[in-house]
């Protein structure tokens, strides 16, 4: 069914109205929408029930119908009091990318230079990333997006098989399997994700070995990092890729040691992975940038964009050292009707060293990010957002209901309610309950050394000292009254 443009022009005002409410309203508008158990219980199992209809309705009824249930019932993330996992919000510069994307709508399957310049653009646009994190441009010449961290932990670990199977066996893992071989994976309290890569590349997650130091936040048992993959270079049948974390995400602390766990993977024939999903753009700062040393020393890189960079979702970015492995496990198959002007010295084509062939362009709201907010632009909301959650560590510290886990070293801040009240995990439950009740502060629940724990991720772009600290500080006030 068409739609005239009158009717269409009315629609888009309509959003763009809504745009503009939301820009200037998002700060005041409550966290969550109105919740009753018993009401949104009813309301899901009616919606479920309903069936497609047969006959589409107008596209008025449509809009009607999502402006009256379907948008109240969401909850209001992009702005800047939620706290919740390490979500960023939307820069104005990326959500207008974000609405340009699907004018187009532009596949990025191959690289096709004299049909469109969006390769090129998603290249460059992961180029300025590098710029922005003082990453030498030259060294990861293999750079894709993903559609988040967890889908470049994927070819991460995919990456890194592959080159461990060939580095020590000559076995070409994409094409032959595993052989008959192991790849351990050596972490310290590495993401849920990397986990999850493991069982989706085929390595098994039971060979996930922990090797951090005890009692520590987050630091390498090194003699034990040395001593397993001694031990696994002297079999035949046992190899690892090492991943260290930039940023975990309960505390926001990075591992340290890289330049002593590169020489030993060097010498061990390991591969070295660093997740740095948000912990890469310390790197952005002068104040920060110590905590995420020797970052270039990896072989592979993980990060977001959809948490500080602020751009919508979906959008990780992978970058690597070695295409030619990327190309391997990727780009094995060829299929006849992908025509592509790719030479070998250009940018490869997208499908040959990522997961999906049909890619969504993405690249569009990151580079009208970056190139509206510079390098400049990008420092200060991160600063920004490190010096409320320092401030919001202070606050949490001095106040006799609550409890300080760790230090806060970025933007992450780690606590949980102080004395017998809050004890056990329906206590616990029940504080994050009334924090979220307020409207004013979104959490998220974790653990941390086996116990219950909440923890605040401050990576919005809107959040500001002056406007909002108080505000958020009575919510947690008002909770614990
Ligand atoms: C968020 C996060 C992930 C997972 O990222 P998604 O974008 O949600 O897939 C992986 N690793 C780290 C360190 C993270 O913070």
Redesign the pocket.
């Known amino acids: 069914m068409d739609v005239g443009s009158p009717e269409l022009r009315k629609h888009l005002l309509r959003i763009i109205e809504l745009a503009l409410f939301r820009h200037e309203n998002l700060h005041q508008l409550p966290t969550l929408p109105e919740m009753d158990e018993l009401l949104t219980q009813a309301r899901d199992a009616t919606l479920l029930q309903q069936k497609l209809p047969i006959e589409g309705q107008s596209l008025t009824a449509t809009m009607d119908e999502v402006f009256e249930s379907i948008l109240p019932s969401l909850t209001n993330a992009a702005g800047p009091k939620w706290f919740g ?2 979500t960023g919000g939307v820069t104005p510069a990326a959500l207008l990318g974000d609405w340009l994307t699907p004018l187009y709508d532009s596949n990025l399957i191959v690289h096709l230079p004299e049909e469109s310049i969006a390769t090129v653009l998603e290249q460059h646009a992961l180029d300025m990333v590098l710029d922005l994190c003082d990453l030498p441009r030259d060294r990861f010449v293999g750079k894709t997006l ?8 994927v070819l991460a670990l995919a990456q890194g098989r592959q080159w461990v199977c060939a580095t020590r066996w000559n076995i070409d893992s994409a094409e032959d399997g595993m052989c008959g071989k192991v790849v351990k994976v050596l972490g310290v309290k ?5 986990l999850k890569a493991m069982s989706v590349v085929g390595l098994g997650r039971k060979n996930y070995i922990e090797v951090s130091q005890e009692g520590s936040i987050l630091a390498w048992d090194l003699e034990k990092l040395e001593a397993l993959l001694k031990e696994y270079k002297e079999t035949d049948t046992t190899g690892a890729i090492v991943v260290a ?5 309960n505390t926001g602390a990075f591992v340290s040691d890289i330049p002593r766990v590169r020489e030993l993977c060097d010498k061990y024939q390991a591969w070295l992975h660093i ?5 890469m753009y310390a790197r952005a700062s002068k104040a920060y940038a110590h905590l995420s040393p020797h970052l270039e020393l990896a072989d592979s890189i ?1 990060s ?1 964009g ?2 500080w960079l602020n751009v919508p ?4 970015l992978y970058y690597t050292r070695h295409l030619d492995v990327s190309l391997q496990v990727f780009g094995g198959i060829k299929a006849a009707y992908l025509e592509t002007n790719a030479t070998a010295d250009s940018i490869p084509n997208p499908m040959s060293t990522n997961i999906e062939s049909s890619r969504r362009f993405r690249a569009l709201p990151l580079y009208m990010s970056l190139k509206t907010y510079g390098a400049e632009g990008y420092t200060k909301m991160i600063e920004s957002n490190c010096l409320f959650a320092k401030k919001l560590a202070d606050w949490l510290q001095q106040h006799p209901l609550y409890e300080l886990i760790t230090p806060c070293h970025l933007n992450i801040v780690l606590f949980r309610g102080a004395g017998e009240r809050w004890v056990g995990r329906a206590r616990h439950q029940e504080l994050i309950r009334a924090l979220k009740a307020t409207g004013d502060i979104y959490v998220t629940a974790t653990e941390w050394n086996g116990q219950e724990a909440i923890r605040a991720a401050i990576s919005n772009w809107r959040t500001d000292f002056e406007r909002d600290f108080e505000v958020v500080t009575n919510a947690l006030e008002k909770a614990v009254q």
């Open positions: 996992l390490v993903t559609t988040g961290a967890s889908a470049s932990n590495v993401h849920a994700s990397i974390s930039f940023g975990e995400v997740d740095a999903a948000f912990g993980t977001d959809h948490k979702y979906d959008c990780g």
